[in-house]
């Protein structure tokens, strides 16, 4: 079975622009979670989407933002881009357990 | 405000021999634990959980043991191997609260063959 998968692997954007990254969960799972993790760190909670609605937000500024599909697909959006948003974005999906299944990553790397 | 933390930042074990990490945390209304490992450009992989109602938990290699009155638990991996190597990151949640993981900083633990 596929695992979550995450695009685009690599960016490269400038301060100031927007970005939209993408997630597809595994089969069944309806619920979504993004994380950032900047080195050295550990994945920290950005957002949870369950059923297309937003369960749960992290202490990110408003310029994070993100949505489900009725696919259970999700986008992360970030606009304002700063180069303190340069980090490891993951996306994990579960079927509404304490277990979350975390796909490889978009690395984001702002200039 | 870290409410978990993994104080030791690396650690270096021989093959064969017993690898523990340990993760201590501040939130006394976490109630399930997680451990998870990360490959360099992979992301975090499951390994082992354990819910506040046990105090131990064992899948093959791996054991985590929970003391809640220390607030710490610790991951057991017997016997290590040099596959093992990798980050370990250990994750708390609660309040049937199932989106959202705080993690720690993570150790780095290196196997030698």
């Known amino acids: 079975d596929a695992g979550v998968t995450q695009s685009p692997t690599h960016l490269i954007k400038t301060r100031g622009q927007h970005v939209t990254l993408r997630c597809s969960p595994i089969s069944g799972h309806k619920s979504v979670s993004w994380y950032q993790q900047v080195l050295g760190q550990g994945p920290q909670f950005i957002f949870q989407y369950y059923e297309k609605e937003e369960r749960g937000r992290g202490n990110f500024p408003d310029r994070f933002s993100a949505r489900q599909f009725p696919n259970y697909s999700s986008e992360l959006n970030v606009n304002a881009l700063l180069l303190g948003d340069s980090a490891l974005y993951l996306c994990?999906?579960?079927?509404?357990?304490?277990?979350?299944?975390f796909g490889p990553g978009t690395r984001l790397t702002v200039t | 405000d870290q409410q978990v933390k993994q104080n030791s930042p690396s650690l270096s074990v021989q093959e064969g021999r017993i690898s523990i990490l340990n993760c201590d945390y501040t939130n006394s209304m976490f109630d399930y634990f997680l451990w998870y490992k990360k490959y360099p450009a992979e992301g975090p992989t499951f390994l082992i959980s354990?819910?506040?109602?046990?105090d131990k938990n064992e899948d093959g290699r791996f054991t985590v043991f929970l003391n809640k009155s220390a607030k710490h638990l610790s991951l057991h991996i017997v016997p290590s191997q040099p596959g093992d190597s990798a980050v370990y990151f250990c994750?708390?949640?609660?309040?049937?609260?199932?989106?959202?993981?705080?993690f720690g900083q993570g150790t780095t633990l290196q196997v030698k063959p």
């Open positions: 354990i819910s506040s109602i046990k």
């Open positions: 994990a999906s579960s079927l509404m357990t304490y277990e979350q299944y």
């Open positions: 994750a708390a949640t609660g309040s049937g609260n199932t989106g959202k993981l705080i």
